[in-house]
């Protein structure tokens, strides 16, 4: 934790207790206070939820009566730089069975996760860690909400987008971890795209909802997202706002909106990677078997969201309706699918580009110019000038400039 975190966290635990320690309160006012604010959920810097007891809260106070806002600031934890007992990605996938299947203990949590590929064969499980972290149910934060089930009526009307921690995979010699893209229609619960990929950025998101696009031939109305970097991003934006797809986030905190694309990510573990993984599969053989397995069982088999419908029939008995959609032009979606990023051209020719020098043409020399480059690349980056493609940049190259012949002009005198 940096300490610009530390000192955000301890300004926001300031904020809390504040009203307690700038004045005097009556007898039995800081009682109800505490109790008060021991009863509700506060968001902390970094968006999160939690709720804090009453020993918690007298013991800021007694801390900031002792030192000041200084001493609300987290001390750095003891075991710094020492191993945990397994990585923050290893307990969510834990944590994620724990809520999927309550009735699980927890030594059935750790075969199924091994089994499902969700771990690595020689990441340890201390049983006693595992019983201290996810042995017992939590009760929920929240009260109660007023949360209804829905469902819109046509194909394309919400198209739910997620991400789900998938299974370890070969990739050039090594197991690394992979992620499951995925986009869901919520009327039919048909799987609009889904591939696996080794990361789960921008890029690899861009490219799952770019071949989405391709693949079923209309432009959404709303995509429905949670609150993940990916989804959050400008280019993202700018990019659905140009195709007419109105972005939706659900509310921190609050997965409950998004239920259909968690209960089909359920579906993914408990009927394709327990059965379907195989240890060693490299991610070209896992994404095959996903989408065979999704064509030839998920999108065959009854749904009960759909009174007994398959998603592929359901799709298949409202296909008329996507005529109400814009229909997608192919050649727009590399342009749509890039970063733009505009930088000023100096008198040398050049233009600063993630930490590199480029060069443009002589023609745009003291303008400013549009970059475009891909999600998933660097390079190639195409400038443009006034709607206008001037082709691709180039690196500066200091030796080749060094030999590069230039027309040379000398002031003529009378």
Known sequence: MTEREREEIAMFRYGVISDLVSAELER????????????????????????????????????YRRGGVDLLKPQPRRDRGQSRAFPEEVRRVLAQARQEHPEWGVREIVTQVREAGLVLPDQPLPLSTLYR???????????????????????????QADVMYGPYVRIEDQLRRSYLHLLLDDCTRLVLEGSFHREQNL??????????????????????????????SHDLSWSLAQLGLHLIHSRPGQ????????????????????????????????NAAFWDWVERDYHRRPHQGLQGQTPLDAWTAQAHQLQRRPRVQPERLHDLFRRRLVRLVKRDRTFSLRGSL???????????????????????????????????ARRVDLQVNSQARRTLRFDQED
């Open 203 to 232: 890029a690899s998101f861009a490219a799952t909802l770019k071949q989405a696009l391709l693949r079923r031939g209309y432009v959404p109305e709303r995509l429905y997202t949670d609150n993940g970097a990916a989804f959050l």
């Open 255 to 286: 997965p409950q909106g998004r239920g259909k694309i968690e209960r089909f990510f359920r579906t993914v573990r408990e009927q394709f990677l327990a059965v379907r993984w195989r240890p060693l599969m490299t991610l070209d053989e896992l």
């Open 133 to 159: 972290c996810i042995g017992r149910a939590q009760s929920p934060l929240t009260p109660a909400q007023d949360r209804r089930k829905f469902a819109f009526e046509r194909p394309l009307a919400c198209v």
């Open 28 to 63: 039995g006012e800081q009682k109800r206070l505490l109790l008060e604010k021991a009863g509700r959920q506060w968001r902390l810097p970094n968006e999160a939820l939690a709720t804090y007891s009453v020993n918690t809260l007298r013991a800021w106070v007694r801390d």
């Open 358 to 392: 480029w060069e443009a043409p002589v023609e745009v020399v003291g303008c400013r110019i549009e970059l475009f480059s891909p999600f998933d690349a660097q390079e190639p980056v195409e400038i443009r000038y006034q709607g206008r493609s001037l082709g691709r």
